[in-house]
C-alpha cells in the first residue's frame, strides 16, 4: 500500500516581512503545525522571495545539510569558512553545517528580487567538517528528464551531501510522462511543483502543490501542462 500525504499550496505557512516573503512547507520560525513538522529526515522547505538589496544577516547554523536552488535572481553569500559567493539562477549551492557555521545571504541586486528554495536536511553522521560546494546545473538535461542535482556520492553529478539523499530537477513538455525509481530502499519522495501542473502517481499537483511518497519503489509524472518540479528522494528515518 503507497503511503502520501499531499500538501497544496495554500497549507503552507505565510510570513510577509516586506523584505522576505516566506512560505513554509515544514513548520518554521512562528509558524508551527504539529503534523508538519518534517517529512523523513527533511526538515525545512521554505520558498522565498528577497526583495532587491535585502538580505538574511550573520547567522549560524549546525549538524544540517543545507540547499539553496535560485529560481530567479541572485543571492550573495558569505560565510565563517571564508567563501564570498553569489549563486545565480540555474545553480544549486550546499553547505554542511556540521559542528557549526555562520553564514549572510542577500540578494545583491537592486533593481529585482530574488527567488529561491531553501531545504534542510538532518544529516546522517553528527559534527562533520563544515563544507561548502555549489555548481551551475546544465538545464538542457532538465528537458523531459529527471536531472539529478545532489546525491551521497562526491564523485557522482551534482552536490554532494552527508545523506543518503537524491535530488532531480526537471522540466517536462504537456502530455510527457516518466518513471523513476528509488535509489535506495527505504527512502520515500518529496515531490515539489516548481510551476504549471503535473500528476504524481495520479494525484494532481498545481503550482507549488507538493506530495509525499513512501513505502513504494517508484513514481510516475506526467505533465498536464508544461511543468517544471523538483523531485527528493530522501530516508524516512534518522
Same mark, same amino acid.
Given at each position: ?8 499550496? *495554500? ?16 513548520? %518554521? ?8 513538522? #518534517? ?9 522565498? !522571495? ?5 538580505? %538574511? ?6 549538524? @544540517? ?23 545565480? =539562477?540555474?545553480?544549486?549551492?550546499? @553547505?554542511?553545517? &556540521? !559542528? &557549526? ?5 542577500? *540578494?545583491? *541586486?537592486?533593481?529585482?528580487? !530574488?527567488? /529561491?528554495?531553501?531545504? +534542510?536536511?538532518?544529516?546522517? !553522521?553528527? *559534527? ?7 555548481? =551551475?546545473?546544465? $538545464? ?7 536531472? #539529478? ?16 539523499? +537524491? %535530488?532531480? /530537477? ?8 516518466? $518513471? /523513476?525509481? /528509488? ?5 520515500? %519522495? ?45 530516508? @524516512?528515518?534518522?
Amino acid at each position: 500500500m503507497k503511503n502520501t500525504v499531499l500538501h497544496k499550496a *495554500n497549507t503552507r505557512g505565510h510570513a510577509d516581512h516586506g523584505w522576505l516573503n516566506a512560505y513554509h512547507s515544514f513548520s %518554521f520560525a512562528s509558524w508551527y503545525n504539529p503534523e508538519r513538522v #518534517q517529512f523523513g529526515t527533511l526538515r525545512v522547505l521554505n520558498d522565498d !522571495t528577497v526583495a532587491a538589496g535585502m538580505g %538574511f544577516g550573520e547567522h549560524g547554523h549546525d549538524n @544540517m545539510e543545507i540547499i539553496t536552488i535560485p529560481l530567479e535572481g541572485d543571492l550573495a553569500h558569505k560565510d565563517s569558512m571564508g567563501n564570498a559567493e553569489t549563486i545565480k =539562477t540555474g545553480d544549486v549551492q550546499v @553547505m554542511s553545517a &556540521g !559542528t &557549526g557555521i555562520r553564514h549572510s545571504e542577500f *540578494n545583491p *541586486n537592486h533593481d529585482k528580487r !530574488t527567488k /529561491l528554495f531553501q531545504i +534542510w536536511l538532518f544529516p546522517r !553522521t553528527q *559534527n562533520v567538517t563544515p563544507r561548502y560546494q555549489q555548481i =551551475t546545473l546544465e $538545464k538542457s538535461k532538465q528537458k523531459n528528464d529527471f536531472a #539529478q542535482i545532489l546525491s551521497p556520492n562526491q564523485d557522482d553529478e551534482g552536490v554532494w551531501i552527508h545523506q543518503d539523499a +537524491w %535530488f532531480y /530537477l526537471s522540466d517536462f513538455d504537456k502530455d510527457f510522462s516518466k $518513471k /523513476l525509481a /528509488l535509489k535506495r530502499e527505504g527512502n520515500g %519522495f518529496y515531490i515539489m511543483n516548481i510551476e504549471g501542473e503535473i500528476e504524481v502517481n495520479g494525484e494532481k499537483l498545481e503550482t507549488r502543490d507538493a506530495i509525499g511518497i513512501w513505502e513504494t519503489a517508484e513514481i510516475e509524472i506526467k505533465a498536464t501542462t508544461n511543468a517544471k518540479f523538483l523531485v527528493m528522494e530522501i530516508p @524516512m528515518e534518522q
